[in-house]
Structures are given as structure tokens and as C-alpha cells.
């Protein structure tokens, strides 16, 4: 009798083992984009803000992080031709002080920047990703001393512009 309860927990232990491991490899696989995609466009993303050159940066920075994370899709910049499109607005742009010294200088800045992105599967007509309101923020600060005063506002559009990137790329990849 205690044989068989011995041997039945030890039947449920490995079922139960099992399980956990095949959960934990579906995590981090990330290949959640269907499997007949092998072009990717991405053109150049609009830019309603009127914000200048930042549609440029959000775009190579998509662009950049899709090569770094799937080697084996080929990515365009139009959709002729493309298994998938991927399509991109910077809705707003915004900068506010949020730090102001002794002297009533703004010495750190909030970037705030609204975008939309939608990825489209053009050979089924299929929406796979969509999201029209992302929230990006980042700070920056300005030198207190002039001789050494570096507009800091284009390293921290290109931080963003990473972030953003990646974090589309994750939640796209991993189908959250």
C-alpha cells in the first residue's frame, strides 16, 4: 500500500514538473509574430507634432531594435511586397521645466511624447499589434555653468526613441 501511495505522488510530482517547464519555455521564446512573415516594412513614421526630426529618430530606433531582436525577418522601408506593415505617429510632443534653481532658471526638463503604432499582417489583413497611445517621459538636465552649456534635448529624444522601441518590440515579441 505504501508502494503504490509512493509511486502515484511521485507520478504526480513529475506531471506537475513537467508542466511548470514547458510553461517556462513558452516565456521567453518570443516569436510571437505568425510565421509566414518574413518582410517587415517600416516606413517612416508621421509626424503631426511638427516636432523636427523626431519621426527620424523614432523610426531608426524601431528599425534598429527589430534587426537586434529578429535576425531572420527582412526589413523595408515600403510595403510593397512586405508580409507585414508597420505603421507609426508621434501625436505629440511636449517639454516642460520641472526643476527650477535659486536663480528661477529651469535646470531639468520633462519630455513627454504621445505616439500610436499599428502592425498590420498584409497577407491576411490582419491587425497583430495596436496601440495609439503610448506615453513615453524623460528628463533631462541643463548645465548651471554657460561655458560648458550642451542642449541636452536631442540625447534624451534618442533615449526615448530607444525605449519606446524596445518596449513595442517586447510586447509585440512575447504577445502580451
Known sequence: MRKVFHSILLVVLLLSASSFTECY????RGDALPK???TLAIPPFQNPSLRYKIEQRFT????DEVLRRTRSLNVVST???????MVGTIKYFTYRPVLIDDAGRARLFE???TAGLTLRDQTKNKIIFDNQNYIFR????????PKTYFN??????????RDFAKSVM????EGF
Open 25 to 28: 519555455k513558452q516565456a521567453g
Open 170 to 173: 517586447t510586447t509585440i515579441m
Open 152 to 161: 541636452e534635448e536631442g540625447p534624451a529624444v534618442d533615449r526615448l526613441a
Open 36 to 38: 509566414h512573415i518574413k
Open 79 to 85: 510595403a510593397e511586397g512586405a508580409d507585414a506593415i
Open 60 to 63: 531608426d530606433a524601431m528599425i
Open 138 to 145: 524623460g528628463e533631462y538636465e541643463i548645465s548651471g555653468d
Open 111 to 113: 519630455i513627454t511624447i
